[in-house]
């Protein structure tokens, strides 16, 4: 038996997996293995042989693939945020096009899906506008703040990470260090015990302004008032400091409830030329120039003219409705999170736009309850895609034009074939877009129209 488990084999990559692992072919099987690129030469070491495929780790890299550079981060080889820290930009976009493709046809079953070039606002790192940093301690006693290895819950300690806006950084490492003389608690998810679960941070790209939240298990954090005013004090663009608890035994980060202990409870955004607040808990774009070239693909390519009815379903803060609210007769926006609609309420006030509503619940409960009849219906769901109900509800409202906006293409894939059974629906066109560089993650957007 060549493949047992512990086994060096050496094998050429040839492609990469949607998770961003390297594929190579050994005997008859498929080995899948991270940090490799196609075109690597490889000894890998087999860790998980199944009947018709491998996981490997690898060994040694004996000739690097063209594509192979030197990652910009210095816990590229161990930390779980990014996957393609050691593949150049030009070819991440490459293969995210092919992963666009490939989830179409092989799920979708789409036999030459029109997916166009990877939107990209080449800025492939100090990109991201948020980062929430699991807190943990190191064997010494130290309070650590980072990401997880790849695969484990074992904790890789930042003082800085390269993907994140760089006004972030100079806070991680000062705060774990307030955290640690304040003698705060870190939270044990095994003995589910402690005070302090996370860290988060986020910043508005246009005006610096930013949040630093905890993620507590408990709201009693004594001393929390004074060290929020401390921390406002000692860096001025930092505009609030915030709790959220989280108290149940759940990988989710965030709780249902937020506090604000210092400063305000939101920061200001400036995105496709409106004023936005944003809270720490509530969705915005990590990326959020590129969120912007996206949404003008989208107003580029539904070319409103001032008469439709339009549904934004997944709306979230108001990010994409409220931009084209103001080119539509009427707007309705639907949204599970009620601190998002509040959100979304004010954002719409704030910038003078009232041709807009908003109804808090799930899209699959109110969208069948809708007698109106859209002209434009966008759907922008979480990771896990829309629920059958919406599909079945679209299917009956047929509205003339659906915007699929989709942060798993997986999912894309698996609803576009359901909304394009019977030709009832067709693909125009698909544009991808590069919110996450260095990962494997992408964003698409898909654009539909009815046939009959
Ligand atoms: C990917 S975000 C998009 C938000 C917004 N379109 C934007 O660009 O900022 C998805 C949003 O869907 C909301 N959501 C999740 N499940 C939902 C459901 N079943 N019904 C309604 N909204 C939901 C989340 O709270 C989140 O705000």
Redesign the pocket.
């Known amino acids: 038996m060549s493949k047992q488990q512990g086994k060096l084999i050496e094998i050429t990559i040839t492609d990469l997996n949607s998770t961003g692992d390297g594929v190579g072919r050994f005997e008859e099987i498929v080995v899948f293995v991270p940090d490799t690129v196609p075109g690597d030469r490889a000894i890998v070491r087999l860790v998980q042989v199944k009947a018709e495929y491998a996981h490997g780790k690898l060994h040694q890299l004996l000739q690097a693939s063209a594509h192979r550079v030197r990652a910009g981060c210095i816990v590229a080889d161990k930390c779980g945020g990014c996957q393609w820290q050691h593949i150049d930009y030009e070819y991440q976009l490459v293969a995210k096009h092919d992963q666009v493709i490939q989830a179409l046809q092989r799920i979708g079953g789409f036999v030459n899906p029109p997916v166009d070039r990877v939107l990209t606002t080449d800025a492939p790192l100090g990109y991201r506008n948020k980062a929430t940093y699991p807190l943990g301690i190191s064997a010494s006693g130290k309070v650590q703040a980072g990401y997880y290895q790849k695969g484990s819950h074992r904790l890789v300690n930042l003082n800085q990470c390269p993907v994140q806006d760089p006004r972030l950084n100079p806070l991680l490492a000062q705060v774990k260090q307030d955290i640690q003389q304040r003698g705060w608690q870190i939270y044990d998810e095994g003995k589910h015990q402690g005070q302090i679960r996370h860290l988060g941070l986020r910043i508005g790209r246009r005006t610096g302004e930013m949040l630093l939240t905890l993620i507590v298990k408990e709201w009693n954090l004594p001393g929390i008032e004074q060290q929020a005013q401390e921390w406002l004090e000692r860096y001025p663009q930092l505009v609030g400091v915030s709790l959220n608890r989280n108290h149940h035994r759940t990988n989710a980060i965030f709780g249902d409830e937020t506090r604000c202990v210092a400063g305000v409870s939101y920061l200001r955004e400036v995105f496709a030329g409106l004023e936005f607040q944003v809270r720490p808990d509530?969705?915005?774009?990590v990326y959020t120039e590129t969120?912007e070239a996206l949404l003008q693909v989208i107003q580029s390519e539904l070319n409103l003219q001032g008469q439709e009815l339009l549904i934004?379903?997944?709306?979230?803060?108001g990010?994409?409705i409220l931009p084209l609210a103001k080119q539509v007769r009427q707007a309705i926006g639907?949204?599970?999170?009620p601190e998002?609609v509040e959100q979304a309420v004010f954002n719409a006030e704030h910038n003078g736009i009232n041709n807009v509503t908003f109804q808090v619940?799930?899209?699959?409960n109110l969208l069948p309850e809708m007698s109106i009849k859209p002209d434009v219906v966008l759907l922008?769901?979480?990771r896990k895609g829309c629920?059958r109900a919406v599909i079945n509800s679209l299917l009956e409202l047929k509205p003339p034009r659906i915007v699929y906006?989709s942060?798993k293409v997986a999912t894309l894939a698996r609803d576009l074939k359901f909304l394009c059974q019977d030709g009832l629906y067709q693909i125009t066109s698909i544009q991808p877009a590069d919110f996450f560089p260095q990962t494997a993650h992408v964003e698409a957007v898909a654009f539909l129209v009815l046939t009959h």
Do not use: M, N
Not at 361 to 364: D, K, P, T, Y
């Open positions: 509530t969705f915005f774009q969120a934004d379903a997944y709306c979230g803060i990010t994409l639907l949204e599970l999170q998002a619940g799930a899209v699959e922008d769901p979480p629920d906006v942060c």
